[in-house]
């Protein structure tokens, strides 16, 4: 696991990391928590973590960012602007996935990087690749600010880069310590 200080660093001065008792979106349970909009939300530490998510992705020679609604609009943006390309976004889409929107278009054949936040179970950035795929587009990269799926999630020949990765110990509801202990849930 590749846990870089400088990004852990600005995720703690940025308030990011959260202790306490928390249930996930995938219904399991955790006594930490990352809150990427507490980082999002300072531009020194946001620079700093997409400095290093766009120095990784800068050797495939994308021509544009892509990222997920919502924190992935910030990412695309920023890492776009220190690329010196521009930064779309996809949302989701009422038929399923994620589609680009407001009039994103992409060449046939554009080579596109795409960035996430914190990724768990990679369904936001699967969505991304073939909303990139439907568009026309190729992912050359992905990067992301956060790992914390344990190596779990795999991109195949598409090289991927994590800013920092974060172990997270997470339980069923029935087998949570917390919860035995009656320590009150928090709903992400």
């Known amino acids: 696991m590749a846990v870089d200080p400088e990004v852990m660093r600005a995720l703690e001065q940025g308030g990011a990391v959260l202790n306490g008792h928390f249930q996930l ?3 399991r349970h955790s006594d930490r928590y990352l809150e990427k909009f507490n980082l999002l939300q300072w531009p020194q530490h946001t620079e700093l973590v997409c400095r290093k998510m766009a120095d990784a992705g800068r050797a495939y020679s994308p021509r544009t960012v892509a990222g997920p609604t919502t924190g ?3 990412l695309a943006y920023e890492v776009g602007r220190q690329l010196g390309l521009r930064g779309i976004f996809c949302e989701r889409d ?7 929107q407001r009039d994103f278009h992409l060449e046939p054949g554009e080579s596109v990087m795409v960035v996430d936040d914190v990724m768990t179970s990679g369904e936001s950035v699967f969505d991304t690749i073939e909303a990139v795929k439907k568009a026309g587009g190729r992912v050359t990269s992905v990067a992301v600010m956060v790992d914390r799926s344990g190596g779990r999630v795999d991109f195949g020949d598409v090289p991927f880069f994590a800013a920092t990765e974060v172990e997270m110990q997470t339980w069923t509801p029935e087998d949570c310590p917390l ?3 009656g320590v009150p849930l928090k709903i992400t």
């Not at 009422?94 to 680009?100: A, D």
């Open 179 to 181: 919860c035995k202990q």
């Open 72 to 74: 992935g609009v910030i």
């Open 94 to 100: 009422p038929e399923g996935g994620r589609s680009f």
């Open 25 to 27: 979106n995938s219904g």
